[in-house]
T-cell receptor, first 113, second 114 residues
């Protein structure tokens, strides 16, 4: 299994500002994933973060808006930049182990006012 | 590209009644299939998964799911629902060719009547 810690668990931010979300895993993993869950919606993959290379973004998501860092095999950050109310969502970090199971953090509930 | 359809947005059942949540997927080969549960304010918990082999998969909390290739389905079942099962349920598919990223369905919200 994998234990994933996300910080902060929730935040209320002013529009136009940026928030960085941290994801810490209790063991080394090759790939980490960032998902967004908009209110009342399902999860949508934002990007895949590999250690030592640039993140791979899904259609509709760009690096300027959601820059990602992956400095080592147990840690990643996602920044939500220049926030607007439409960015209000739950952001979840996920890791997987050999295609057996995806583990999720508790999520960061972001409200932009 | 893979996709997942959960046709039921909301389902209400009485406590003790049986439950079936529908999930249909689209993928060109044999996918990895998952069911996750999300309780209010909680993260996602894996209920069960299918990779290969026996098409009837047993999971936690008394849940099971059956992979039917001919119908492209992976429906979740429970013979007797408990009030604590009220939550949001997500079906997800993973493609063997794309690593470990998952595509999720839109979810089914389950309510349980006393």
């Amino acid at each position: 299994s994998a234990v994933i810690s996300q910080k902060p668990s929730r935040d209320i931010c002013q529009r136009g500002t940026s928030l960085t979300i941290q994801c810490q895993v209790d063991s080394q993993v090759t790939m980490m994933f960032w998902y967004r869950q908009q209110p009342g919606q399902s999860l949508t993959l934002i990007a895949t973060a590999n250690q030592g290379s640039e993140a791979t973004y899904e259609s509709g998501f760009v690096i300027d808006k959601f820059p990602i860092s992956r400095p080592n095999l147990t840690f990643s950050t996602l920044t939500v930049s220049n926030m607007s109310p439409e960015d209000s969502s739950i952001y979840l970090c996920s890791v997987a182990r050999g295609n057996t199971e995806a583990f999720f953090g508790q999520g960061t509930r972001l409200t932009v006012v | 590209a893979q996709s997942v359809t959960q046709p039921d947005i909301h389902i209400t059942v009485s406590e003790g009644a049986s439950l079936e949540l529908r999930c249909n997927y689209s993928y060109g080969a044999t996918p990895y299939l998952f069911w996750y549960v999300q309780s209010p304010g909680q993260g996602l918990q894996l209920l069960l998964k299918y990779f290969s082999g026996d098409t009837l998969v047993q999971g936690i909390k008394g849940f099971e799911a059956e992979f039917k290739r001919s119908q492209s389905s992976f429906n979740l079942r429970k013979p007797s629902v408990h009030w604590s099962d009220a939550a949001e349920y997500f079906c997800a598919v993973g493609a063997r060719s794309s690593g470990d990223k998952l595509t999720f369905g839109t979810g089914t919200r389950l309510a349980v009547r006393p």
